[in-house]
DNA sequence: CGCTAAAACTTGTACGTACAAGTTGAAAGT
DNA sequence: ACTTTCAACTTGTACGTACAAGTTTTAGCG
């Protein structure tokens, strides 16, 4: 399910070619005319494609120089914990299903505010703690609106990217993202499943992501132990560390 | 210092305008074709103007309706780069001085890494309490490297906006963020500063702001007491939460 | 050889046109 | 009174031009 939209299309391909190493970190990619001339687009269907990866993080744009492949990490800048797949190879990340996806009622307490719509539905609810080298690491637990996506429960696995499922089986992307970021003691039930002594921080998370199918949100509880690694992110254009 | 850029300048009267209600939460702006009228400005130079203000989270655009203001300061947007006095209004928050502005060499163990410029520039650093309603919520301690930054010491304020202070004083701004976050048990300084019991859960947070000079970037250490109000920000396109 | 100035790049801003596609409300038809 | 259709909006995509401004390379001069 390719985009037909020439500047999603020139996005998807460099990005991929990012993703694939054709483009290295730390090099620039061909120049905005050079991609006019090779895919016979206007600068400026060019230059929104570029703008798309800047915002996403995957380059950096200098006035007379180029633009230069800063990340391969993925879209949005999503809290996410500091080199999970650099320093640890993604063999090491392990999954442990808490909750395995099932419809039921809501919560009557909520972490956010549901409308009608999502209310009369019902969720699909699942939890799972995601470790590294065997400890674990964070707790995670995410509620979507029944709202017709046929075969979830069945289809969907739960060591498996959610995202990438949502993609997959209903075109559904992630386009956006609201959290609330507290510091808590970890209760009995938290410091069980992430097998730390009860009372000890933990990160509490509280998102509501956004997607391309106008009002359908995706809810997601988080806890996780930063006791090893660091949550972080970044945001805005952020300038080339060099010197 | 106003911006002579045409779409900043729109992009600033009409942000001015939002945080004024001269458009209000929920309402819709004028239409590209009449802000085009109103400003005798090409359409593509008014969209970039939308597309900021939608990027920033103050407006959302929806295909055959128009452009919908979503929120006049997204509020308690303490994770990303906006800065304090922008979330809450000034006029509740006070400052407390911990240090005020000198220079200094950096600390030997700093949280991030510095390059040789600034490592022998020495910095300037400062610390504050910020309180809302009295309470402190954030201990905040800031290195900035001295790097041509005349007067710096003098003239900055502690209880005023920094960022502010860098954009009017020396025409800097802040264009992106890099930051990690650890929950963190408050030590017996930081349990006095935010008059907290020690051992109390609080947000560490250390944060790499970018510049438009380039080279220059700003660090700030951050302990956040998150018991009564939460942290949090906002990514990407998020829908509009109607219906 | 070393320095300077100009040329040849790069991205940024600003203008314009044209049509596609989603939304809404009014007019026409039943 | 109700439904359907259509016209009049809205933003989205894609094309194009021109020049400004920052960076790097090159050519020329002393």
Chains 1, 2 share one sequence.
């Not at 694939?20 to 120049?31: C, E, K, N, R, W």
């Not at 400026?44 to 230069?68: D, H, M, N, Y």
């Not at 995670?140 to 609106?145: G, I, N």
């Not at 499922?165 to 992307?173: I, M, P």
Request: proline letters at 4%.
């Amino acid at each position: 399910m390719e985009s037909t939209l020439q500047y999603k299309i020139l996005y998807n391909r460099l990005k991929k070619e990012i993703l694939a190493d054709v483009y290295q970190v730390g090099s620039v990619l061909p120049s905005e005319n050079d991609l006019c001339a090779a895919s016979n687009l206007a600068r400026s269907t060019v230059r929104q494609a570029l703008s798309q990866l800047e915002s996403e993080g995957f380059i950096v744009k200098q006035k007379g120089k180029g633009s230069i492949v800063k990340s391969k990490s993925r879209a949005l800048n999503l809290l996410s914990f500091q080199g999970f797949s650099a320093m640890v190879g993604p063999e090491k990340i392990s999954t442990l299903s808490v909750q395995e996806p099932q419809i039921q009622p809501w919560p009557v307490k909520f972490f956010f505010e549901l409308n009608e719509l999502e209310r009369g539905a019902g969720c699909i609810h699942f939890s799972r703690v995601r470790s590294i080298d065997g400890q674990p690491l964070m707790y995670e637990s995410t509620f979507v609106p029944n709202l017709n996506l046929p075969q979830f429960v069945r289809q969907f696995k739960l060591n498996s990217s959610f995202f990438e499922f949502l993609a997959k089986t209903y075109q559904l992307e992630i386009t956006g993202m609201e959290q609330e970021i507290w510091a808590a003691s970890a209760d009995p039930e938290i410091a069980q499943r992430l097998q730390l002594a009860e009372g000890t921080p933990v990160l509490k998370i509280c998102r509501k992501y956004a997607t391309n199918r106008a009002h359908l949100q995706v809810y997601s509880l988080l806890y996780c132990n930063t006791s090893k690694y660091a949550m972080s992110n970044s945001s805005g254009v952020v300038n080339q560390q060099s010197i």
